[in-house]
Every structure is written in structure tokens, then in C-alpha cells.
């Protein structure tokens, strides 16, 4: 079974993060806001460590208070606000970098996306 984080389960997580130390693959794979995963990275380096799933899982209201939108480097990950509410929580075993990763489901494509985990930039904002 696959462990449910809570923002606050995935601040304590990335607090493991070595944040300059990146093997050679994870160095390669520049991802500070979502990319779709590129064909190049090797993915046997990650291990699922746990979904930020939940119940709200449907919703698909963003967070941006400052500006930014989904693309955005800068953009908060908020786990409980889309895509963040339907991503899986990888960390690679050689050098601790985490990643969130989602599948975007479109009209006549399936893209695979994957965002580097920055712990300053996670925000546990709720719906009010
Ligand atoms: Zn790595």
C-alpha cells in the first residue's frame, strides 16, 4: 500500500533532501516547475515513496496567490490544490532528490510530468 503524505508529512520528507548533491541523472533532468518527463532520464533510480492522493483528488482549482501559474518555476506546491492533489512522491536512491510525478490525461494524449521537489516552496494552503 502506498503511504498517503500530508503537507506536512512532505515538508518532513524533503528535509532528507541533499539539495546539491545530484547524481549525474538527476542532474541532467532540470525540472524546477513541471516538465513532461523527458525520454533521456533513466527512472529505475526512483522509488515511490508515498501519494499525496486524498479525498479531494477531483478538485482542480490551482493555488497562485502571488501571480504565478502552472508552469511556474516559482509556483507553490500545494498538496492540496491541483495537479499536486493527484501526484505521486518519487525520491531517487542515489543522490535523495524528490520528484512529484502526474499523469496529464488530455483529449488524445497522455503526458507523464515531473516536478523537482524545492522544500521552500511547499505550501499547505487549504480550500476555505
Ligand atoms: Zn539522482
Known sequence: MTTTF?????????K???KDEKCPNCADLACPGWETMPSSFNQDELNLIGTLK?????????YHPHGTQIWSANAPIAPNFH??????????????QMYLRYT??????VD???RLVTPELIDGASHS
Open 6 to 14: 500530508t503537507t506536512e508529512d512532505l515538508i518532513t520528507a524533503a
Open 112 to 114: 507523464q510530468r515531473i
Open 54 to 62: 486524498s479525498e479531494n483528488e477531483e478538485s482542480w482549482d490551482e
Open 104 to 109: 496529464e490525461y488530455g483529449g488524445y494524449y
Open 83 to 96: 495537479p499536486y492533489n493527484k501526484c505521486d512522491l518519487y525520491q531517487c536512491q542515489k543522490c535523495t
Open 16 to 18: 532528507s533532501i541533499v
